[in-house]
């Protein structure tokens, strides 16, 4: 077995419910998860199943009407070699305060919302320098500059004084990653950080984030329903579905061995270039269920061709396949239980 | 003539709201500072915005108007007794033509310039040329020989007015009966400070913003919309008031003002506010019996011929008399204030002819249906007060006159008598008469009465009598052309008289120490209220 | 196929009201607004009923009975001219919601028209319409309020028409931005590609779609004029004060004496007002909550 | 930003005659003899003598003669006269309008304060006691007549309680600050009540709504203490729609004084343009009410520019 | 590739919106959102539209349909062999024109009115075009359901009840109810779940195959465009930069912009060794096009000549392949 140090996150048993309405909604569901070292995580679904929500829960900036529970939530720490136990934290406490930004940094969804409007970008790239290291404002804008410059952005010294409604979509979305990477944290969660995108820009961003990791052994949880991103860039995929951790394997089990007939459906149901004339794509049945009138069991029995009475019985554990593959589903019922 | 209390043109407001004021006697320790108020609000004259200081052509009233101006004779509470003031003593022809008046001399202005007799006949031709004034003076001063020339300019001069040395004579075309009261209200103007104005504009004059005054007091500061204070005039010969600053406060409410001790004096025929006066012990009430009347004048037929068919029939105009309940209104609206009218002629004076229009809705009910009247009509009563009384006035005779089977409408105008003179889109207008005496009241009928004339056509039924009443100052003759109007007015009912309104005057005599023997008259008009001796004692 | 016509007949049955039920249910939920809409109800009802609930006149005067506390016969007392305060205040709701709500139903409706049509059609017309809203805007409203009553004269047709003239631009302004936003949306686009005539997709299709806001301001607006009736009444250029309206009753009460000595002359009246805007208020927030889905 | 300025400067003009046009055709309607008002008829001393004084007035000239002359009048400064008692125009403006401002002023200010400082705490602390506490506070303000109040407020603190004076501005003699804070109290407070309660609200809802927004998840991904992320990102983003709102209610703060100065003799602009209403004087309802509007464009041309200073997408232009 | 039946001819059309500013609003420029385009479209064929976003793919499916008045060119519609151009047409010609060409939008969630009932959006375009009997109506309308696989009495449901893939076949079974010739579809799938997209485009595909449909497939995503499509045009900034039978634009992508796009995209297949050619900088903005050549700025390839002079399209080896770029500008 490896090494728990390898793991810079281990996640066990997370799960997330939303109270609205005065009723308590399950979105996600004993997800378990653990994040190599320098690596990179692919977490995928499709939208609406609780990929957002799971790493938000993770670093904990969720609204008041959430009710996070985990066994743990563990992140080691390269810098001081000390394990904190995020899931005893308080949400916006000193503790966790420290560990967001300076040791995880944040990538989100929609670089058009997400940079503050009256803000020089300069400015916001360095606030969270500022505040993790006490630096002067000038230095800090010295490395702001040398960031912007490593994410190539054209023309840093005079950008850096730029408003966000003067950047284009991609240049957003690269000051975005400079505000995650500043203060050069070991974790960077990116939810989506292209979906917004055009593939040609897309295809700068992942460059640029691929050689991030590489060049300065970062680990990364890429959040994303782009099939083609996660062939490209993960080392370990997670595949969500309403909630649940369906399958957990390397890449080369997700995508030459899949296992849940979840994992081998959305894999057939996107095209790919190049296709034979005539070939058809793989569907997969039904619709997306709504989360809120799910019934006990396999969340994908109904859309599964597999599916039989026991699958809707109780939920399903996770059967280690392979070493370090994980599978939930019944077929699979002769492989070892893990909680 | 007579002031007319109801300050028509911006719908004046209570009878609350006209400004109530006093000085008070001075001496002892206490600061002499005497504290009365105008209200601000309807009403567009100056002083109703707080802008400038009263103009005192319109109703010479209020203590401040005494502290500041002085006429050339005194009245006393009643009005027919003068004593001197500007004038050491005045004489009257036999045939009642001709008055002269000796001037007092040594008499200044608050800028220290001589008050003369040519101030005297300088005001009188003024007056005759100006907008706005108290109709008490244009009908006193019409009379005067070439009146008409001087005013519509055919005259350099006026040639009933007459100045010799300290002597200012007047002559007059024919009889007035009420000529020297109405020169006990007339305030002089100093010639030097107002000549330059338009008369016709005199009324609205920044002038009145600081004006030259004659009285006691002169202006001290104008504080715009929030109060004006009057000091000592350095230059009165007269005694000295005991009282050494008067403060007059712009106050949205009187009795607000009252309970604040913002005011030491007003006066008001509200219960309402009666009442609640009543509750302050420091406040003493002098009851004063005056002629103010109540009624309606029914639109009957402008000059410019235009009839107004409802009222023709003089049937309708009795039955509304019958179909109000006038005593208990009086009873529960003005309890021990109004009097029911029967007509111009209170039912206290001797001349009263004992006609009577009882509460008797059948009656009218009966006299409505042999008239004819129209039940669909709609019946409009235009009022221009706005205070809380009048409307529940106005919606108590909407109730009475529903109640014999008539349609009602009460329209309150915001535009006063332009709406009762001019407009006259209604069928009986609610009026208010402070009068001066009882000729004012009859004057109205007059055809020559430039107001009167487009409700009543200016019919010539009254001309006669009117004019008589006004000239006329023997007490018999008079009382016998009372009896003869009064049958006239009850056989035409042009105006349905409701009833006369006694006002109270508070005093706060806690802080006011009134001399022995002072008796308070009408509000509305200056009279001998005996302020030098006025003392503030708290 | 003639059974399909009642397959669409009954599936209708199971599912037309879903959204309507599932609003509902949400408002219900909502406390205050429901308290709120029930004050509105009972309020508008016995106004409405006026003359069920007591056979009093509102206008009938008693002399002999003025200022009587409340007692049986008088459930609310009388006032200074012995009418009954509770009759006067139930048929003086009469005339202010009536006025407050038409006013505010017009001012919606002039809001609306203007709105859709400068939100649609956009470039010269619109920017006409912007700018004479931001005229009327720029004028106090009491002050604009007031003048037009000095134009046209009081009276509760007069008020109606000078709340609408008054009150319309925040319903344009609304109705213009969701217009001008709408107008990209998909489904005007799919009309437009089947060639629908352009006032229908207007009010057809766009307009149903901003109701909501509208609503929900048309309440904030019914609000503001009940207490704008009665500010006017206490210039004295509201509703002749002839005809009792909240206001108008309202201010009959505002004298020292009645404040401090007969409560009930101004509590009820105030009481009534302030009950309204407060449930109106509630109400609407209760209603912005179900229909607009960014507010939650 | 001075490019700016100047454009919001220019575009003033224009909306400036518009209104005048407006105020000056639009009182035209008025069927109103001016005469009338300037001489009572129970005290018109002789009907040549109005006659003169019409013609004297130019009251018989058409109306686009009027207009023009009004606006030539207006520009060289002489505003005219009140027909109904004479005061001249342009020092009603200079007397009244100051303490209409003053009122104003400080109500705006007070009402800000308080109404988004309470508002935007109730929207960090959503369903905390500040948060029910304000929400009720809020509509209980907008929903009590603000004369009503006004009065209640008298009877209270200067009647019963004897603490502050009952109305006006200063009192005789007295002079200085005290003075004039004493008399601000209550019709300031009258006026903050109902002002606050849609500023709670609606800071509270834009607040709510920026709170909402990714940007604030971005700032809170930094780690920076919470406090900061309302102040520095939410406050100042949530402050637009506030200022925006706050510009729309402008003009009802100077038009709610026109009660509020007529509760408390307050000698301002608002009591006289409620009497000019009521006794038809129009030339100084005209200028009066195009004195406030211009004083509103003015300040909603500060509010832009102070929104143009919050945010530069505003400043910078699209 | 031979005797084909042209549906649509469009000659140098053009789109340009004005850009307006200040209080005057004057014209200070203009998106040149369609410039100079010319296409030919033939009859039951699926023609893919790929480029960026903003390059003009919309505003080109929305100009054919006349959506949009064109500030220029042709558009030529084959009207039983006779060509009709439908710039030129009236407004009652038009109407009628709006039977023959249908458009499927982008977003399913939008396209429903949400506060009508779905039987309510589906009977509206019937009335608008005159079918006046409720029975007929009714029965078109089971016909384009049962041709998306949707039960007739989910009719009654308001769309919200619906998920995106519901929603997008419920609209193009809209869209079908008047009989279209052609369809046009922008970026049908973009929206929609991976999961969900298969079925639509399936689905879309199978239509085609049963009405003998013309396709205008509009999107971003190359793969899904080539999974329609027989022949693919690619845009850059509102200019056509290649046109090409999809399997050929596979094999040989000319452009430098085709290529770089077919580079980008990620292919979800592992142990693929690819060389991904990165294009530098931001798409420019339509109102300030770069001169020349558009793509110059960013191109690998750039010369002097792609920076004065805009290349025309034109055909590769007298193929159908046709391309606008002057490497190839020798050969032609
Ligand atoms: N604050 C919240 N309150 C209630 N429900 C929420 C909240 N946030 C998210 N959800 C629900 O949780 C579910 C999962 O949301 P999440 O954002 O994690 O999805 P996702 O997988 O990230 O989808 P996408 O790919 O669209 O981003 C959704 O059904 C959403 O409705
Ligand atoms: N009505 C319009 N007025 C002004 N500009 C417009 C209009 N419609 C589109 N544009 C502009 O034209 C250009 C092309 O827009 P279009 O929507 O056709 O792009 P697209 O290729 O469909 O992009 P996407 O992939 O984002 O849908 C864009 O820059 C857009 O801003
Ligand atoms: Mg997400
Ligand atoms: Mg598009």
């Known amino acids: ?339 | ?538 | 196929m003639s059974s399909q016509t009642s397959v669409f007949e009954q599936a209708n049955k199971k599912h037309a009201s879903s959204l309507l039920r599932k609003n509902i249910r949400k408002f219900v939920n909502n406390r205050l607004a429901m308290i709120g809409l029930i004050c509105v109800v009972v309020i508008v009802f016995t106004a409405v009923f006026a003359p069920l609930l007591t056979s009093y006149d509102p206008n009938k005067i008693s002399l002999g009975e003025k200022n009587t506390s409340p007692c049986m016969e008088h459930l609310l007392g009388t006032d200074n001219l012995g009418r009954d305060v509770f009759a006067r205040v139930l048929y003086g709701g009469r005339v202010s919601v009536f006025v407050s709500v038409m006013g505010a139903l017009m001012g919606s409706l002039v809001g609306m028209v203007l709105g859709s049509m400068a939100g649609y059609f956009g470039g010269k017309l619109d920017m006409l319409l912007v700018r004479l809203s931001e005229i009327f805007q720029t004028f106090p409203e009491m002050i604009l309020i007031m003048i037009l009553v000095a134009i046209l004269g009081q009276g509760v047709g007069n008020l109606v028409l000078v709340f609408c003239i008054t009150g319309w631009m925040t319903t344009f302004r609304m109705v213009r931005n969701e217009f001008l936003a709408l107008r990209g949306e998909t489904y005007v686009q799919v009309c437009e590609a089947f060639g629908m005539p352009k006032a229908a997709i207007m009010f057809k299709q766009i307009l149903p779609n901003v109701l909501s806001p509208v609503i929900v301001s048309a309440t904030v607006n019914v609000a503001g004029f009940i207490l704008s009736e009665a500010s006017l009444s206490f210039l004295g250029v509201g509703v002749p004060s002839s005809v009792p309206t909240w206001g108008n009753i309202l201010n009959a009460a505002k004298s020292v004496e009645v404040v401090s000595n007969y409560w009930w002359l101004w509590a009820v009246p105030g009481g009534v007002i302030s009950i309204f805007v407060l449930a109106i208020n509630f109400f609407g927030d209760g209603l912005r909550d179900v229909l607009d889905p960014k507010q939650q | 930003m001075l490019s700016f300025i100047g454009k919001k400067l220019l575009q003033m003009i224009p909306m400036l005659l518009l209104i005048s046009f407006i105020v000056f055709g639009g009182l035209q309607l008025m069927d109103i003899d001016p005469i009338s008002y300037m001489v009572t008829p129970d005290m018109a001393a002789s009907a040549e003598n109005q006659e003169a004084l019409r013609e004297q007035l130019g009251l018989n000239d058409p109306f686009v003669v009027r207009y023009f002359n009004w606006v030539k009048d207006l520009l060289t400064g002489n505003f005219g006269y009140s027909i109904i008692n004479g005061t001249s125009i342009a020092n009603i403006v200079r007397t009244r309008l100051p303490a209409t401002f003053e009122l104003a002023i400080i109500a705006l200010i007070l009402s800000s304060v308080i109404g988004i400082g309470i508002g935007i705490l109730s929207a960090i602390r959503q369903n905390g006691i500040i948060d029910y506490v304000g929400r009720v506070f809020a509509v209980l303000g907008q929903s009590i007549p603000q004369f009503f109040f006004g009065i209640c407020m008298v009877q209270i603190f200067a009647i019963k309680l004897g603490w502050l004076p009952v109305n006006g501005r200063t009192s005789p003699g007295a002079s200085g600050l005290g003075d004039a804070i004493v008399h601000l109290v209550l019709p300031v407070l009258t006026m903050t009540v109902a002002m606050c309660a849609v500023l709670m609200r609606y800071s509270r809802n834009t607040m709510l709504d920026v709170l909402n927004s990714d940007y604030i998840k971005t700032a809170r991904s930094k780690g920076i203490p919470e406090w900061k992320v309302y102040i520095k990102h939410g406050f100042r983003n949530a402050m637009r729609p506030v200022l925006v709102i706050l510009c729309f209610r402008l003009p009802m703060l100077i038009g709610g004084s026109v009660v509020i100065e007529s509760v408390f003799g307050w000698p301002g602009i608002g009591s006289i343009i409620t009497q000019s209403v009521v006794s038809g004087d129009y030339p100084v309802i005209m200028v009066t009410t195009l004195m406030v509007a211009a004083a509103i464009l003015v300040a909603s041309f500060l509010v832009d520019v102070l929104t143009a200073a919050l945010d530069p997408r505003v400043r910078l232009g699209e | 590739m031979a005797e084909k039946e042209l549906i649509f001819q469009i000659k140098n059309l053009q789109m340009w919106f004005p850009v307006r500013k200040g209080f005057l609003r004057k014209t200070t420029g203009h998106v040149k959102a369609v410039d100079d385009v010319s296409l030919d479209v033939y009859k039951g064929e699926t023609l893919g539209i790929v480029g960026e976003s903003g390059c003009g793919k919309s505003t080109l499916g929305k100009t054919i349909m006349m959506l949009n008045t064109p500030t220029g060119g042709q558009v030529l519609f084959n009207y039983e062999g006779q060509f009709k151009d439908i710039t030129k047409f009236t407004s009652q010609e038009l109407f009628q024109f709006r039977k023959k060409v249908q458009m499927v939008f982008q977003d399913p969630y939008s396209a429903l009115n949400p506060l009508k009932k779905i039987y309510t959006a589906f009977e509206e375009p019937l009335k608008v075009h005159g079918v006046n009997s409720k029975e007929e109506r009714e029965k078109i309308m089971e016909d384009v359901l049962k041709m998306v696989n949707i039960q007739p009495d989910y009719l009654l449901r308001y769309p919200h009840e619906f998920s995106g893939g519901q929603r997008q076949r419920l609209c193009i079974a809209r869209a079908l109810e008047v009989r279209p010739e052609v369809l046009i579809c922008d970026e049908p799938v973009s929206a929609l779940d991976v999961s969900i997209q298969a079925q639509v485009l399936n689905l879309m595909k199978k239509i085609q195959k049963d009405l003998g449909l013309t396709y205008l497939f509009i999107a971003h995503d190359l793969s899904v465009v080539q999974y329609m499509s027989n022949r693919i045009v690619v845009m850059y900034l509102g200019k056509i930069v290649e046109i090409a039978d999809s399997r050929a634009l596979y094999d040989e992508p000319l452009h430098p912009y085709t290529r770089a796009l077919l580079s980008a995209i990620p292919v979800p297949q592992i142990h693929q060794e690819k060389k991904r050619i990165v294009l530098p900088g931001e798409v420019p903005s339509p109102i300030r096009k770069p001169a020349g050549c558009a793509l110059h700025p960013r191109c690998p390839h750039c010369m002097e000549k792609c920076k004065q002079v805009d290349p025309v399209l034109t055909r590769y080896k007298d193929g159908e392949h046709m391309v606008a770029c002057h490497l190839y500008g020798a050969e032609s």
């Open chain 2, 1 to 538: 003539g007579g002031g007319n209390n109801a300050n028509s043109g911006a719908g004046s407001s209570t009878p609350a709201s006209t400004p109530a004021s006093t000085p008070d006697a001075p001496s002892g320790p206490v600061e002499q500072t005497l504290k009365v108020a105008t209200t601000l609000g309807s009403g567009g004259s100056s002083d109703a915005t707080g802008d400038k200081t009263k103009y005192p052509w319109h109703n010479p009233d209020g203590v401040t108007t005494a502290a500041m101006y002085r006429t050339l004779l005194l009245a006393d509470a009643n009005l027919t007794d003068v004593s001197p003031s500007l004038a050491t003593e005045y004489t009257v022809s036999d045939d009642g033509l001709t008055y002269t008046f000796t001037m007092k001399e040594g008499v200044k202005w608050s800028d220290g310039e001589p008050l003369t007799a040519a101030d005297v006949a300088f005001s009188i031709k003024t007056n005759l040329k100006v907008a706005s004034g108290n109709a008490i003076f244009t009908n006193a001063f019409t009379n005067i020989v070439g009146a008409d020339a001087w005013r519509d300019g055919s005259a350099s001069d006026l040639e009933g007015v007459k100045v010799d040395g300290n002597v200012v004579t007047i002559n007059l075309s024919s009889s007035y009966g009420a000529f020297i009261p109405v020169i006990a209200q007339f305030c002089i103007l100093p010639e030097h400070a107002v000549k330059d104005i338009d008369p016709l504009e005199l009324h609205n004059s920044e002038y009145w913003a600081n004006p030259v005054t004659s009285g006691a007091f002169k202006l001290g500061e104008l504080s715009v919309g929030n109060y004006y204070t009057l000091v000592p005039n350095e230059y009165y010969e007269g005694t000295p008031w005991k009282i050494t600053q008067i403060i007059n406060y712009y106050v949205p409410d009187l009795l607000v003002a009252a309970q604040a001790g913002n005011t030491y004096m007003l006066n008001t025929n509200s219960p309402e506010i009666i009442s609640e006066l009543g509750k302050l012990d420091f406040m003493t009430m002098y009851p004063v019996d005056i002629l103010f009347y109540r009624y309606f004048i029914c639109n009957m037929k402008g000059v410019d011929g235009n009839q107004n068919p409802v009222m023709q029939d003089k049937r309708v105009r009795e039955a509304i008399l019958y179909a109000i309940d006038r005593e208990t209104i009086a009873e529960q609206l003005y309890p021990g204030l109004a009097h029911v009218l029967h007509s111009g002629v209170p039912n206290d004076y001797a001349e009263y002819n004992g006609k009577a229009y009882e509460y008797n809705p059948e009656k009218a009910k009966q006299l409505l249906q042999e008239a004819n009247y129209d039940f669909n009509h709609t019946f409009r009563i235009l009022y221009y007060y706005s205070d809380q009384n009048s409307i529940d006035f106005m919606d108590t005779i909407a109730y009475y006159l529903r109640e014999v089977g008539m349609k009602v409408e009460t329209v309150q105008s915001q535009q006063g008598t332009v709406d009762l003179f001019q407009t006259r889109n209604y069928d009986v207008g609610y009026k208010g008469l402070s009068a001066f005496n009882i000729a004012e009241w009859y004057g109205e009928y007059s055809s020559g009465n430039s107001n009167f004339r487009n409700i009543f056509g200016g019919d010539t039924l009254f001309d006669e009598k009117a004019e008589a009443i006004a000239a006329e100052s023997d007490p018999a003759k008079r009382s016998q052309i009372l009896k003869d109007l009064q049958t006239l007015e009850q056989e035409n009912l042009y105006k349905l008289p409701l009833y006369t309104i006694g006002n109270n005057i508070f005093v706060n005599t806690k802080c006011v120490k009134l001399p022995d023997g002072v008796t308070f008259g009408n509000p509305w008009y200056l009279y001998d209220m005996d302020l030098a001796n006025w003392e503030i004692i708290a």
């Open chain 1, 1 to 339: 077995m490896n090494n728990n140090m390898d793991y810079v996150l281990d996640v066990k048993n997370l799960s997330t419910s939303f109270i609205s309405d005065r009723k308590e909604i399950r979105i996600v569901k004993n997800v378990s998860l653990r994040l190599r070292r320098g690596t990179t995580l692919a977490v995928v679904g499709e939208s609406g199943c609780g990929k957002s929500v799971t790493v938000h829960s993770i670093v904990k900036l969720m609204p008041k009407n959430a009710k996070v529970s985990a066994d743990h939530v563990i992140y080691r720490s390269a810098k001081d070699g000390k394990e904190y136990r995020l899931d005893q934290m308080e949400p916006f406490g000193t503790e966790m305060r420290k560990l967001r930004g300076a040791e995880i940094g944040m990538v989100f969804q929609d670089p058009m919302s997400s940079l503050n409007p009256v803000y020089k970008v300069g400015d916001q790239v360095a606030e969270g320098l500022i505040q993790h290291t006490g630096m002067s404002k000038a230095e800090a804008q010295k490395q702001v500059l040398d960031m912007f410059r490593k994410l190539g952005i054209p023309d840093p010294e005079s950008r850096i004084s730029d408003f966000p409604h003067q950047f284009s979509g991609g240049m957003k979305q690269r000051v975005v990653i400079a505000i995650a990477m500043i203060c050069n944290p070991d974790i960077i969660i990116a939810d989506e950080p292209t979906t917004a995108l055009d593939v040609t820009i897309q295809a700068q961003i992942m460059e640029l984030m691929k050689s991030l990791q590489v060049n300065d052994h970062k680990s990364i949880i890429l959040i994303t329903h782009n099939m083609g991103l996660v062939a490209e860039m993960a080392d370990e995929v997670c595949v969500m579905y309403m909630g649940r951790v369906m399958e957990f394997g390397s890449l080369e089990d997700i995508f030459e061995n899949p296992s849940h007939p979840y994992t081998q459906a959305l894999l057939r149901s996107v095209p790919v270039l190049g296709l034979a004339e005539g070939q058809e794509l793989g569907t997969i049945p039904g619709i997306t269920p709504n989360p809120a009138d799910l019934g006990p069991g396999c969340e994908f029995a109904d859309r599964c061709p597999f599916c039989q009475d026991r699958c809707r019985q109780k939920d399903i554990p996770r059967f280690e396949v392979s070493p370090g593959h994980y599978v939930r589903c019944l077929k699979f019922d002769s492989f070892q239980e893990v909680d």
